[in-house]
């Protein structure tokens, strides 16, 4: 099972692309939700995930 973004195939091209899209469509400020992400909070833990 892979354990990492890159052993998924997906590089540091486009994740800031994916953390914009995160924080628009998903979310993170949701009621419910533990703590609220900012943009830069969710680009940090893609990078973490590389």
């Known amino acids: 099972m892979p354990m990492t973004l890159r052993e998924v195939g997906i590089d540091d091209s486009r994740l800031e692309e994916m953390a914009h ?4 469509n998903e979310g993170v400020d949701a009621p419910g939700t533990f703590a609220p992400l ?13």
Request: net charge negative; proline share 0%; charged share 20%.
């Open 21 to 24: 899209h995160i924080a628009v």
């Open 38 to 50: 900012s943009e830069q909070d969710i680009l940090s833990i893609l990078k973490a995930a590389l």
